[in-house]
């Protein structure tokens, strides 16, 4: 779709993938965790790794929101022993395109992540870097791009 179109969208307020709230999927990866299993065998990442890919398939394309603005800080990322090596380190850089108003970028940064996150359209970045000002984030994070 050409950047003419999604800004006509932004316009108009036609916004209706906005849920003003992380993707659920986000959410669920970063917070979900293998707990349970046994220390790490040499085929126990090959096990997650192919239930991932399991539940990824089999997922609908959009999910509804699991979380509300109340409950967002009670997610916190979660890695054992297994999950570690398939979930981005404490502070790691993170790229997001397509960010929209930045609703997963704020909480990704808001979780300690260094986010960089950008979009096509003006109007969405200048939301979006309203809304991580208005939560009380450093200046520089999420940083906020248009191309």
């Given amino acids: 779709m050409s950047a003419s179109k999604w800004q006509s969208y932004y316009q108009k307020g036609f916004l209706p993938w906005d849920t003003c709230r992380p993707a659920s999927q986000l959410v669920s990866y970063i917070s979900s965790c293998c707990s349970?299993?046994?220390?790490?065998?040499?085929?126990a990442h090959d096990d997650l790794a192919t239930r991932m890919n399991d539940l990824e398939r089999s997922a609908p394309l959009v999910l509804p929101p699991e979380i509300d603005s109340e409950s967002i800080g009670a997610f916190?990322?979660?890695t054992c022993q297994v999950c570690a090596p398939l979930k981005p380190a404490a502070g790691a850089a993170v790229l997001e395109i397509g960010c929209g108003t930045g609703a997963s970028s704020i909480w990704l940064?808001?979780?300690?992540?260094?986010?960089?996150?950008?979009?096509?359209v003006r109007e969405a970045v200048d939301k979006a870097a309203a809304a991580?000002?208005?939560?009380?984030?450093?200046?520089?994070?999420p940083r906020f791009l248009q191309h």
């Fill in 76 to 78: 916190k990322p979660h």
């Fill in 36 to 43: 349970g299993q046994a220390l790490p065998s040499s085929s």
């Fill in 109 to 120: 940064a808001a979780l300690g992540y260094r986010v960089t996150a950008i979009d096509i």
């Fill in 132 to 141: 991580a000002a208005a939560q009380d984030l450093p200046a520089d994070n």
